[in-house]
């Protein structure tokens, strides 16, 4: 842990090698996509957007084989380490593996630990903990991706292991900026079905939390799941709401208006690319 104005941070080295958790891959990086992310990490950081940081690069003279473009054209690059820290690197798919698996003991334990440490909000002897913690990570998912949208930004994988459960951007891969507004914006070359396109982040946000909820079940009584899927329900409005809000502010607009949506909507589609 790096300690910094009384806060505490979880440092972590991608790219530096093989580790328990690369599965079949060399657990490199290359200079490019370290570049990237170290660059992109700190923009979003001074936007406001909740992020991982970047703390240093290191270059290596190793050479790292990478098939840029998915294209079968394997080149040798240069590679680097990015040092990068964040509150916590837990994300949805560390809950969902385990409940996947049935380790239904160690789950909740884990999940124990990350309320505890990084969710003061919810009550560790509350019986309904697990569900004020699911809440909070349904709304504040709800507003990291209408942040995203409000700046353009397209993560390109969107699974439930680059989902933090502290609802933080983290694992910068194939992400991009629109130029323009476009909804099918695709960052990732190999994603080829625009499973992630930049118009549908808000609907994979909602797969990805519907899995964590899947996986909190078993820990959940019958009440609780109601009133969890409830929540899940509230998902959408809450995106749409804040979503409304950054735009008028973006655009200046005061107080309530029926036609704000309207306005929004249109300037939007005039903005599409010819």
């Not at 353009?152 to 900026?177: E, K, Q």
């Not at 130029?179 to 992630?196: A, I, K, L």
């Not at 949506?261 to 939007?268: Q, T």
Request: proline share 3%; net charge neutral.
């Amino acid at each position: 842990y790096f300690c910094r104005h009384g806060e505490r941070w979880e440092l972590q080295l991608k790219g530096s090698g093989k580790t328990p958790y690369s599965r079949n891959g060399d657990g490199r990086a290359v200079l490019r996509s370290s570049v990237r992310e170290f660059l992109c990490s700190e923009a979003m950081h001074y936007l406001g957007i909740p992020t991982s940081r970047a703390a240093s690069l290191v270059v290596s003279d190793d050479g790292v084989w990478r098939d840029q473009f998915y294209n079968g054209n394997i080149k040798k690059e240069r590679g680097a380490i990015v040092l990068r820290l964040a509150k916590s690197w837990f994300r949805i798919g560390s809950l969902e593996i385990l409940a996947h698996s049935g380790e239904m003991d160690l789950q909740r334990r884990l999940l124990d630990f990350i309320i505890q440490e990084h969710f003061p909000s919810v009550t560790m002897n509350d019986s309904n903990k697990y569900l004020e913690f699911f809440s909070t990570v349904v709304s504040e998912t709800a507003d990291l991706i209408a942040l995203w949208m409000s700046v353009g930004f397209a993560h390109g994988v969107c699974n439930t292991d680059n989902f933090s459960l502290l609802s933080i951007t983290i694992d910068y891969g194939p992400f991009g900026f629109m130029d323009s507004y476009d909804p099918n914006f695709v960052p990732n070359t190999s994603d080829d079905e625009g499973r992630y396109k930049i118009g549908n982040q808000a609907n994979v946000g909602l797969f990805n939390l519907s899995k964590l909820l899947q996986a909190l079940k078993p820990l959940l009584d019958a009440r609780q799941k109601q009133l969890a899927s409830q929540i899940l329900k509230g998902y959408s409005e809450r995106y749409y709401t804040r979503f409304t809000e950054l735009f008028k502010t973006k655009l200046g607009l005061l107080g309530e208006s029926e036609d704000d949506n309207y306005l929004i909507a249109f300037l939007l589609k005039v903005s599409l690319p010819c």
